[in-house]
């Protein structure tokens, strides 16, 4: 059974740092490119960023570029993203998913909530 | 950048009625289209990919159909657990990106 298990979400400052991690079971991880989408409270979903399989593609929404990255560890089965220099409108929920090879998202994990605030 | 606009909004139905749900592109996708289902306090889930073609475990009650810029999910008999959020999602201009309509809430009448 395919699980993907996100962690690392909490509150955080303005301006402070965030690393969230997703652990992914069930299938051969290093075989997909893997992708992080947020959700803000009460709003849609929006795409974040996207990996490679052998993490040497790194694509990022614009509104994060040079202050997040994603990353990744197949040994560990793992899916990272580091984001800095956060912003009251980050806040949100963030998925882990699996992009099937056509480029849809079919298996996304549970979500963990970053809120930034003061 | 490709913008997808979701309509209606809202759709009030009731159990047993057919929804039909529109997504259109600011141009064309082509057929690089995808409709999710998410329910509250869930994450999404995959219904529909390349316009038509539905994902695995779906029921067939959910269809989806259009090509370019036009696009529709069409619920055939609304069961009590198909009231829900409904998202489109186009890859088009891969990579890198891909986009989100707004969503459209299916809501009971």
């Known amino acids: 059974e395919v699980q993907l298990v996100e962690s690392g979400g909490g509150l955080v400052q303005p301006g402070g740092s965030l690393r969230l991690s997703c652990a992914a079971s069930?299938?051969?991880?290093?075989?997909?490119?893997m992708s992080w989408v947020r959700q803000a409270p009460g709003k849609g979903l929006e795409w974040v960023a996207n990996i490679k399989q052998d993490g040497s593609e790194k694509y990022y929404v614009d509104s994060v570029k040079g202050r997040f990255t994603i990353s990744r560890d197949n040994a560990k089965n793992s899916l990272y993203l580091q984001m800095n220099s956060l912003r009251a409108e980050d806040t949100a929920v963030y998925y882990c998913?699996?992009?099937?090879?056509?480029?849809?998202?079919?298996?996304w994990g549970q979500g963990t909530l970053v809120t930034v605030s003061s | 950048e490709i913008v997808l606009t979701q309509s209606p909004a809202t759709l009030s139905l009731s159990p047993g009625e057919r929804a039909t749900l529109s997504c259109r592109a600011s141009?064309?996708?082509?057929?690089?289209l995808a409709w999710y289902q998410q329910k509250p306090g869930q994450a999404p889930r995959l219904l529909i990919y390349d316009a038509s073609n539905r994902a695995t475990g779906i029921p067939a009650r959910f269809s989806g159909s259009g090509s370019g810029t036009d696009f529709t999910l069409t619920i055939s008999s609304l069961e009590p657990e198909d009231f829900a959020v409904y998202y489109c999602q186009q890859r088009s201009n891969w990579p890198p990106a891909v986009t989100f309509g707004p969503g459209t809430k299916v809501d009971i009448k």
């Open positions: 141009q064309s996708v082509s057929s690089y």
């Open positions: 998913a699996r992009l099937k090879i056509t480029k849809y998202f079919d298996y």
């Open positions: 069930g299938f051969t991880f290093s075989s997909y490119w």
